[in-house]
């Protein structure tokens, strides 16, 4: 059986200097509840914006220790399931992502899910592709909002987040300190309303420690292939520094020149934007899984 964390243990930074919660051996499954981004805070279509305290966004709940970890190592965390409730909530508003500043009011949505379907309304149902948008371990200097990406996670927003995959993190502390919240029922690419489809739930996930390898920045691992998830200040930053920190990975594991390599990358590679409305942007470069098989590549021989 699982280990537990209730989401009454939340953090709302990321920090090194943060108690954990718990305490765990690598290799340990723990099932972790969450608030939605909005600690649960929007109960119906008539919450105004100043009912809101905006202190209480985004929590993450956590941190775990997780035994062995170290600064120079990797945090392998492996979601094995993702469970959520059966109403989401949706916001927009003036300055309020990417078309904030066009809108003239704030209105909150209140989203039944039922049947695999997001219900937006009488005609149209949604798609569901559960998804963790806040995960990631503490930073090396000072505490980040769990509202912020950066090299140690945080608020990505990455749609690949979900069942099955396996996300890579640096380790900047000991024992890591990973936190996670901010679930979606659905998600697409951008968040550019700033809010999925937001709702609380529990993540079943395996924490284990890679000692004496480590990376710049999270990278994710799924059937379909691999990609560095990069936050930065300008989508242009974000997307190259995703694919030079590819490059340093892919290029030791292979017998091509850089050159052939970047041809390969132009050719089979794919730049994908994970969200624009954080304080960062993300975005990531993807391999597929084709292209690593046809190279003979392993992510951690």
């Known amino acids: 059986m699982a280990e ?22 690598p290799g340990t499954t723990i099932s972790i509840d969450t608030y939605d981004c909005f600690q649960n805070q929007i109960t119906s279509s008539e919450t105004g914006i100043s ?6 966004i985004n929590p993450a709940t956590g941190p775990i220790y997780v035994e062995t970890a170290e600064p120079g190592d990797l945090l392998k965390v492996k979601v094995q399931s993702i469970k959520f409730s059966e109403t989401g909530v949706m916001t927009v508003g003036p300055d ?8 003239e009011k704030f209105e909150a949505k209140i989203i039944p899910i039922r049947n695999n379907k997001a219900i937006f309304n009488e ?28 090299p ?17 993190f640096p380790v900047f502390t000991e024992g890591a300190l990973f936190g996670l919240g901010d679930m979606h029922a659905a998600m697409g690419d951008g968040e550019v309303g700033v809010s999925g489809i937001e709702v609380s739930g529990t993540a ?15 990278l994710l691992v799924n059937d379909e292939g691999i990609a560095f998830l990069v936050s930065a200040e300008t989508l242009d930053e974000a997307v190259r520094v995703s694919i030079e920190e590819m490059m340093a990975f892919l290029l030791p594991k292979t ?16 730049t994908q934007i994970s969200q624009v409305v954080d304080p960062l ?21």
Not at 96 to 103: C, K, S, Y
Not at 123 to 150: R, W
Request: proline share 7%; net charge negative.
């Open 51 to 56: 009912s809101i305290d905006w202190d209480q």
């Open 96 to 103: 309020l992502g990417v078309l904030g500043p066009h809108l």
């Open 4 to 25: 537990t964390l209730a989401c009454k243990d939340i953090i709302y930074a990321f920090s090194k200097d943060h108690k954990p919660v718990k305490q765990v051996k």
């Open 204 to 218: 079943v996930v395996t924490l284990d420690v890679i000692k004496g390898t480590s990376l710049n920045y999270p």
């Open 255 to 270: 017998e091509l020149t850089m050159n052939e390599l970047t041809m390969l990358f132009s050719a089979a590679g794919e």
């Open 152 to 168: 140690h996670g945080g608020n990505m927003d990455t749609k690949l987040i979900t069942e099955g995959a396996e996300i890579y």
């Open 123 to 150: 005609k149209i149902e949604l798609p569901l592709n559960p998804m963790i948008g806040v995960i990631g371990v503490a930073p090396a200097g000072e505490p980040v909002s769990c509202g912020t990406p950066g």
């Open 281 to 301: 942007v993300t975005a990531r470069f993807f391999i597929p899984a084709h292209l690593l098989e046809s190279l003979g590549i392993k992510w951690f021989d």
